[in-house]
């Protein structure tokens, strides 16, 4: 197949995407850093373990957390003006939350989580 490989190469040469190339795209929902345990996976590969889920240990990554990466750009170009009209909390707490400087509740966390959606942000 000498003759493909030299088109692609005039094809590389002259600038243009080779033919055959797609521009495919994946968006990533979430990254997610698993550990092993390797005394286990002779189990699995035996047969004695039947579910593979069991022997791997989820690590989060907190750079990479929904809340980081997706949740808090959004919250943090509406003004806390607004947010604290909607929300009913107070400005030195969601000050506190937009900058990172506090660890947020779970349940605050869900109230601008719904803020998010009935606004269409998220």
């Known amino acids: 197949m000498p003759g493909r490989r030299a088109q692609m190469r005039r094809e590389r040469l002259a600038g243009s995407r080779p033919s055959g190339f797609t521009d495919d795209t994946y968006e ?3 990254i997610v850093y ?3 345990e390797s005394n286990r996976l002779e189990e699995i590969e ?3 373990i039947h ?3 069991s022997v791997y240990t989820e ?3 907190p750079n990479r957390d929904e809340w980081e990466t997706r949740i808090l750009p959004v919250l943090k170009k509406i003004p806390i003006a607004a947010l604290m009209r909607v929300s009913g909390k107070s400005r030195s707490m969601l000050t506190r939350a937009l900058a990172g400087r506090s660890r947020r509740r779970k349940r605050n966390q869900q109230l601008l989580k719904s803020i998010l959606r009935r606004l ?3």
């Open 28 to 30: 990533s929902k979430r």
């Open 34 to 36: 698993i550990g092993r």
């Open 46 to 48: 035996a047969g004695i």
């Open 51 to 53: 579910s593979p889920e």
């Open 59 to 61: 690590y989060p990554d």
């Open 120 to 122: 269409g942000l998220k």
